[in-house]
């Protein structure tokens, strides 16, 4: 029952929060709905959650527009020939992982006349083959962003990789943290830290989440 899971979930969130003598109310829940369909993202609306994620355009597209109200955050790898159909479409790009996308999202924000809201994507583990800035790369790219008058960097974003034991995880929390600590860019606020999802979000939401991303332990593992 997506009512009693989402209970769980939020319960969770209030738990981890408060363990680290944090406000629960920082921590937005997104539900992921990549496998999900409309029925359930109906529900899930009816049951008070507004922030739905989804990480590829063409499965999305159906869902951002049967409910253009909400607010949809693209969370998955974004090819530069997707922007000018993501953009309209979603409140916050949660990865933001080249100085090619930054330049597509520039080019389309002028086109369309938006601007638009993005965390640049950390590759904090340095792992092989998986999307992300090195974080060593962070300070020039958040640099040269500033002067790309569209784009709104609102915070970072970072997956960690899946281990069986989530406290594995909590080193790569901590150290997109640490960057969001020591990236200081004028003009620029990195509020936001996005990270964690079902396997680990509470140890996310204690290392200083405001927005985890819960796909499976909403939904299920076929949505
Ligand atoms: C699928 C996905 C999630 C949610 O994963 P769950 O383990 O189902 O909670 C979070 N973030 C990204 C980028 C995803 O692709």
């Excluded at 069986?164 to 929390?173: C, G, K």
């Amino acid at each position: 029952m997506l009512a009693e899971r989402l209970n769980e979930v939020n319960a969770a969130i209030a738990a981890a929060a408060s363990k680290a003598g944090r406000d629960p109310a920082a921590v937005k829940l997104v539900a992921v709905t990549k496998t999900v369909g409309l029925d359930q993202i109906r529900q899930a609306i009816a049951l008070g959650l507004h922030d739905f994620g989804e990480n590829r355009l063409q499965e999305a597209r159906a869902k951002v527009d049967a409910f253009p109200d909400q607010s949809w955050h693209f969370i998955g790898h974004l090819q530069t020939n997707k922007v000018k159909e993501v953009l309209p479409r979603f409140a916050l790009i949660h990865s933001l992982d080249s100085f090619r996308l930054a330049e597509a999202l520039q080019h389309w924000g002028e086109r369309l006349d938006r601007y638009v809201n993005v965390l640049v994507q950390v590759n904090v583990a340095r792992e092989k083959g998986k999307y992300g800035l090195d974080p060593g790369e962070l300070p020039d790219f958040l640099t040269a962003l500033r002067a790309m008058t569209r784009i709104k960097v609102r915070g970072l974003m970072a997956m960690a990789p899946w281990v069986e034991d989530p406290e594995e995880a909590r080193p790569v929390f901590r150290g997109l943290r640490l960057l969001q600590q020591q990236c200081s860019v004028p003009d620029m606020q990195l509020e936001h830290l996005s990270m964690g999802m079902t396997n680990d979000y509470r140890v996310a939401v204690e290392e200083g989440a405001t927005i985890v991303r819960v796909g499976t332990a909403l939904f299920g593992p076929h949505g």
